[in-house]
């Protein structure tokens, strides 16, 4: 039995269906090897745009053609949101913002495999993950990037907070799934709503996360599962010391409709990072 209100707003499963999940893990994942705890380089010049200029405008093609129609039926305009207030009162209505892709990823009861519906329900998540998170950055850039911080950022978030208030034993925890647990190369994506946050809060979290993979890792001795989630912990401590110095991102002002300060505006012609 559901535990989440039913939704007022569904899903377009003509555009949001097993098959569209399953393209989006593929091209997100493509290079990496079966079981394989870690990326290989091409694959994380891909993600992170580290490759040629042609390059990072096919993937971002890619990305565009596979999934545009998907974001695009619960844009603004079709599925609005309430205004933002806080991250607090964001965080509170979690469950109500996130409903019609909870749906989407609870287990059903009945089906005569236990096992294959909670893998489903798993990769899923994931799926909504970067569809939201990533392939959203890549397909909205430029003067198109606010939509990101302010509507799909929001949904990612609320979907991540419910996920992570579900025990580790429960099948909504879907970041513990046995598929993705050792394998930072894939539970990694659960968690980078939180390092897109401008809540401190939320980065406290990820590094919290961050610390476990790493503790996990080291158990397993995989070193180079260390290495990966190491990487990130770096580019986790870059994004938190922007928050710490302006208590938010300033390269996103211009895109949200916020005013920039004149230091915020100095910092950010002298070299400021732009990225999250």
Same mark, same amino acid.
């Given at each position: 039995?559901?535990t ?20 989006i ?27 040629t ?20 039926s ?5 599925y ?8 607090s ?7 109500? *913002?996130?409903?019609? &892709?909870?749906?989407? !990823?609870?287990?059903? $009861?009945?089906? =005569?495999?236990?096992?294959?519906? @909670?893998? %489903? ?9 970067? *569809?939201?998170?990533? &392939?959203?950055r890549? !397909?909205?850039?430029? $003067?198109?990037? =606010?939509?990101?911080?302010?509507? @799909?950022d %929001? ?25 993705f ?20 809060a ?49 390269h ?25």
């Open positions: 039995m559901s989440h209100p039913p939704p007022t707003f569904t899903l377009n499963n003509s555009l949001c269906n097993p098959t569209f999940y399953t393209t893990r593929s091209i997100w994942f493509s290079d990496v090897p079966p079981n394989s705890t870690t990326p290989p380089p091409s694959l994380s010049k891909k993600w992170f745009g580290r490759g200029a042609a390059e990072n405008s096919a993937f971002d093609s890619l990305c565009t053609s596979t999934a545009r129609g998907a974001l695009d619960i844009s603004p305009k079709n609005p949101l309430p205004s933002f207030v806080d991250h009162t964001d965080e509170a209505a979690a469950i109500t *913002l996130a409903a019609p &892709f909870l749906s989407e !990823i609870e287990v059903k $009861e009945g089906t =005569g495999d236990d096992a294959a519906e @909670y893998r %489903r329900a798993a990769e899923t998540a994931l799926s909504l993950f970067l *569809l939201l998170d990533q &392939f959203s890549n !397909i909205f850039r430029g $003067e198109r990037q =606010g939509v990101v911080y302010t509507h @799909y %929001r949904l990612s978030l609320a979907l991540l907070k419910v996920i992570l208030s579900a025990s580790d034993s429960n099948p909504a925890a879907s970041d513990q799934h046995p598929l647990l050792s394998s930072p190369a894939l539970r990694t994506w659960f968690y980078m709503p939180l390092m897109h946050s401008e809540a401190l939320d980065h406290d979290l990820l590094s919290a996360l961050q610390w476990k993979m790493i503790a996990e890792a080291q158990v397993r001795g995989d070193e180079g599962a260390v290495e990966f989630v190491g990487e990130g912990q770096k580019f986790e401590e870059m994004h938190r010391r922007i928050l710490e110095r302006w208590g938010r991102y300033p996103r002002n211009e895109a949200v409709g916020r005013s920039t300060g004149a230091e915020e505006e100095e910092w950010l012609r002298g070299g400021g990072e732009r990225f999250g």
